[in-house]
């Protein structure tokens, strides 16, 4: 032992001429010492957090955020859909699927999980509208027992557009499919139904809520 600790220390005194001249085993104990060295270099990474820093927080939405896709909106962005409504997207999302005046779109803000959609299908003339608004409306009132809703409330906008419906907030818990939305289902008065949706993981929902009902509030039927 003494000899491979002699060994070591003329060989770092010395130069790798020595090494040449240095059993196996010796040498595979002065590539650990090298790689010492060179980790405390100034300059290098650090391998680990210095004693007492707190540990770097990790993002769990991280692999579930939205990527960017082509310029975002560098001012809020409002459309006009053909079927005569109106709605307003911030400043800083992007638009990533559909069209936005026609019958589908989807856009999001980058870095985030947060969305909105709009849907929208024609019913036959005959479809009792008021009557699924009123079955609609009811059954997530109820649903609020369980837990699956924070909020419910009827949402109309009457005049000429004849516009009926219902809004809801889901829970965190009972969210759909793992995100948490505000959403406004409304029917117009040509038996058009619309879905309008913001949803967003839960861990990020209360960042992100007072935006979503803003957007779902910028919905204006003309």
Not at 48 to 66: C, Q, V, Y
Not at 98 to 113: I, K, M, Q, R
């Amino acid at each position: 032992m003494r000899k491979t600790v002699w060994l070591l220390t003329v060989a770092a005194l010395c130069g790798l001429s020595f090494l040449a001249l240095a059993p196996p085993d010796l040498m595979a104990q002065w590539g650990v010492i090298q790689r010492g060295i060179e980790a405390a270099k100034p300059g290098q990474p650090a391998t680990s957090p210095a004693p007492g820093a707190p540990a770097a927080k990790e993002d769990p939405n991280a692999p579930l955020n939205r990527g960017k896709m082509g310029e975002a909106f560098a001012s809020p962005m409002t459309y006009k859909n053909k079927r005569n409504f109106s709605y307003t997207v911030p400043a800083g999302w992007q638009k990533e699927q559909g069209d936005p005046t026609g019958e589908s779109a989807s856009f999001g803000l980058p870095g985030t999980t947060v969305s909105f959609t709009i849907h929208m299908t024609q019913m036959v003339p005959s479809f009792p509208r008021k009557s699924a608004v009123d079955a609609g409306f009811k059954s997530a009132k109820e649903e609020m027992s369980i837990r699956k809703y924070m909020a419910v409330k009827r949402r109309d906008q009457g005049g000429k557009s004849g516009v009926i419906g219902w809004e809801t907030i889901e829970t965190a818990e009972k969210g759909s499919g793992g995100f948490q939305r505000i959403q406004w289902q409304c029917y117009d008065k040509d038996n058009y139904y619309y879905n309008f949706m913001t949803g967003v993981n839960p861990q990020q929902f209360n960042q992100h809520r007072a935006v979503m009902q803003k957007i779902i509030d910028s919905i204006r039927f003309n």
